[in-house]
C-alpha cells in the first residue's frame, strides 16, 4: 500500500525559509517521478516541483531559484526547500506520486506566509 506523509509545515515569515518532508511508504521515491503540488484557498492545485527517477527536476516559474527539490534515497522521502518565501507561498503543499496506474497524494501540510 502507498502512503505519503509530508511534514514540515508552518507559520514563516516573508523571507524566511521552511523545509517540507515527504515521507514514502509501498513506493521508492528513487524509482518514481515525486511531486510538490500546492493549493491555496479558492485557486486549483498547481505542480510546484518534481523529480525524476534520473535526478531530472522541473519548477513553477513562480519558484524556480528559490525552491529545490531533493530525496534522501535512505529514508525513502522527497524534500521540498523553501527559501525567500513570499505571502503568494501560502498554501497547503501535497506530495504525489503517480504508480500503478494511479495517483497518489498525502494528507498535505499548511506552510502560511505572513508577517
Known amino acids: 500500500q502507498v502512503q505519503l506523509v509530508e511534514s514540515g509545515g508552518g507559520l514563516v515569515q516573508p523571507g524566511g525559509s521552511l523545509r517540507l518532508s515527504c515521507a514514502a511508504s509501498?513506493?521508492?521515491?528513487?524509482?518514481?517521478?515525486m511531486g510538490w503540488y500546492r493549493q491555496a484557498p479558492g485557486k486549483q492545485r498547481e505542480l510546484v516541483a518534481a523529480?525524476?527517477?534520473?535526478?531530472?527536476?522541473d519548477y513553477a516559474d513562480s519558484v524556480k531559484g528559490r525552491f529545490t527539490i531533493s530525496r534522501d534515497n535512505v529514508k525513502n522521502t522527497v524534500y521540498l526547500q523553501m527559501n525567500s518565501l513570499k505571502p503568494e507561498d501560502t498554501a497547503e503543499y501535497y506530495c504525489?506520486?503517480?504508480?500503478?496506474?494511479?495517483?497518489?497524494w498525502g494528507q498535505g501540510t499548511q506552510v502560511t506566509v505572513s508577517s
Open positions: 523529480l525524476t527517477s534520473s535526478g531530472s527536476t
Open positions: 504525489k506520486v503517480a504508480f500503478g496506474q494511479r495517483n497518489y
Open positions: 509501498g513506493i521508492i521515491v528513487s524509482r518514481n517521478r
